[in-house]
């Protein structure tokens, strides 16, 4: 059964950086040709895609995001990770890992990452 | 950011069919995308419950069952279940500036 499990920090302070983990089990990250995804949700809104990686570390981002952010993979210990710089309030969310193939078919739980003075 | 429009809410009750619509445009399910739905519960993660328009995951009961025409799609609950009281959002690929995937904007359903 594969699982996924976001890590990190639950406050940030405004203009710092996020950080998150998201650790992988049940499956090789470095095998299967997935993609590998941030997918975040503010409360009371809707989800929405920041990006992916693949096993030989080539990223996608969201348009809106890019600036911003970095996914990178450590194959060694099977987790992948965000980073989020610059933050304000606006990116106080949930935020899902998942994995991504022709569809998002695994999810880890969500992290609820708070950006707060 | 959701491009992709579900109403706020549906409701039935138990036994009942209901139908939760995805209105898209013509760079994301008009273009031919592939629709995908997810059931939701808070505090859990998401759960995949229709990929590529139709097609069900194994484990995921009959009584859901997905469609998609022209800029959209639907997702049927029949038989609706004291359990399939969540959230529910649909999810495509958009070829304009939105960015790769979409998500709808969700659905709650509450069973009566």
């Known amino acids: 059964q594969v699982q996924l499990q976001e890590s990190g920090p639950g406050l940030v302070k405004p203009s710092q950086t996020l950080s998150l983990t998201c650790t992988v089990s049940?499956?090789?990250?470095?095998?299967?040709?997935?993609?590998w995804s941030w997918i975040r949700q503010p409360a009371g809104k809707g989800l929405e895609w920041i990006g992916r990686i693949y096993t030989s570390g080539s990223t996608n981002y969201n348009p809106s995001l890019r600036s911003r952010v970095t996914i990178s993979v450590d194959t060694s210990k099977n987790q992948f990770s965000l980073k989020l710089n610059s933050v304000t309030a606006a990116d106080t969310a949930v935020y899902y890992c998942?994995?991504?193939?022709?569809?998002?078919?695994?999810w880890g739980q969500g992290t609820l990452v708070t950006v707060s003075s | 950011q959701s491009v992709l429009t579900q109403p706020p809410s549906v409701s039935g009750a138990p036994g009942q069919r209901v139908t939760i619509s995805c209105t898209g445009s013509?760079?994301?399910?008009?273009?031919?995308?592939?629709v995908h739905w997810f059931q939701h519960l808070p505090g859990t993660a998401p759960r995949l419950l229709i990929y590529g328009n139709t097609n069900r995951p194994s484990g995921v009961p009959d009584r859901f069952s997905g469609s998609k025409s022209g800029t959209s799609a639907s997702l049927a609950i029949t038989g609706l279940q004291a359990e399939d009281e969540a959230d529910y959002y649909c999810q495509s690929y958009d070829s304009s500036l939105s960015g790769f995937f979409v998500f709808g904007t969700g659905t709650k359903v509450t069973v009566l």
């Open positions: 049940g499956a090789s990250i470095s095998s299967g040709n997935y993609y």
């Open positions: 013509s760079s994301n399910i008009g273009a031919g995308f592939d």
């Open positions: 998942a994995r991504y193939r022709l569809n998002f078919d695994y």
